[in-house]
């Protein structure tokens, strides 16, 4: 199979202020990924910091425009899954982006270790358990694709996770996970629940950093400790465990972003810009008055003119 093309965007900008075109930035279903190949950095589609504000706050109106009418129309429901190394900003591009929505149009489900409950069902119960509603925006802060990214890098996990002993030693175990993923996947797109999965892509020196920021932040001291530090042992492994994963679950419902994470405020402008995309796409428009409904509305203005 040939290379997935990395980004066409930070080549054929010309200035800096650029439209931002959400197919620079997909893994095309059925393509070879080599993320060596794909940027995490890429020239930003803003001037200045008060510039990036105006983009991302008219991102922000228009986002919460279209989940407006997605509750409205309440026939689908997006879920917006990201995933990343540590550190790539997956917790504040989610206060960012999501920040003009609705709370009651919008849900966030953080995935953590598996608890006893969790063990003891399928890696896909939990997830299937925090779905969005239609007609309402579901996050997930990482996902039931930790299964096979993290449990591929650290295959000793498998043995906590109480399943068959075959299903520990299947030399194919990571393949038949995919199948269930996409089977699930193609599942929810049926029954109108729309996918769109960002992979903030950081890159192992802006890491370090920001790392290192986090000592320097008594704020933020919580938020790093010694296991993060070895993990870092482990990268190539993770992009290993990423690039196999994003070439086989990338679908045309289900798509794979690669989002150049260096710069936070371009990332959140990269991926408000490819939601509302995927909004636009579903055409949604408010319910139309019929006959029946209009005569019904009439009666309860008299009702209301006359109370």
């Not at 009418?69 to 206060?95: C, E, T």
């Not at 996050?139 to 498998?158: K, T």
Request: proline residues 5%.
């Amino acid at each position: 199979m040939a290379a997935n093309a990395p980004p066409r965007y930070h080549e054929t900008v010309s200035s800096a202020m650029a439209s931002i075109d959400p197919h620079d930035f997909v893994i095309q279903p059925g393509r070879a990924v080599d993320l060596r190949k794909w940027p995490t950095r890429v020239r930003p589609a803003y001037q200045s910091k008060e510039e990036y504000q105006s983009l991302l706050q008219e991102h922000i109106r228009r986002l919460s425009s279209l989940q407006s009418l997605l509750y409205a129309v309440n026939r689908y429901a997006l879920l917006v899954i990201f995933q990343a190394m540590d550190a790539a900003g997956k917790d504040s591009m989610i206060s960012h982006v999501m920040s003009g929505v609705n709370p009651q149009g919008c849900q966030v489900y953080s995935f953590k270790h598996p608890g006893p409950e969790e063990l003891e069902h399928d890696f896909l119960w939990s997830a299937t358990r925090h779905l969005p509603e239609r007609g309402r925006i579901g996050i997930f802060n990482r996902s039931y694709y930790e299964e096979v990214l993290i449990v591929r890098v650290h295959r000793e996990i498998l043995e906590s996770e109480q399943i068959p002993r075959e299903g520990i030693e299947d030399a194919d175990i990571w393949d038949h996970r995919y199948q269930s993923i996409l089977g699930l996947e193609r599942h929810l797109y049926r029954s109108g629940t729309h996918i769109v999965k960002f992979f903030l892509h950081i890159s192992n020196e802006e890491q370090r950093k920001r790392l290192l920021a986090r000592i320097d932040d008594p704020d933020k001291n919580w938020k790093i400790a010694m296991a993060d530090i070895e993990e870092r042992k482990y990268w190539k492994q993770y992009m290993d465990a990423y690039e196999a994963c994003l070439e086989a679950t990338s679908t045309h419902h289900a798509p794979w972003y690669v989002v150049p994470a260096d710069d936070k405020p371009n990332a959140r402008l990269i991926v408000s810009e490819i939601i509302l995309s995927r909004l636009k796409a579903l055409k949604l428009g408010y319910p139309k008055s019929d006959a029946a409904r209009r005569r019904e509305l009439q009666r309860i203005r008299k009702r209301l003119t006359t109370s």
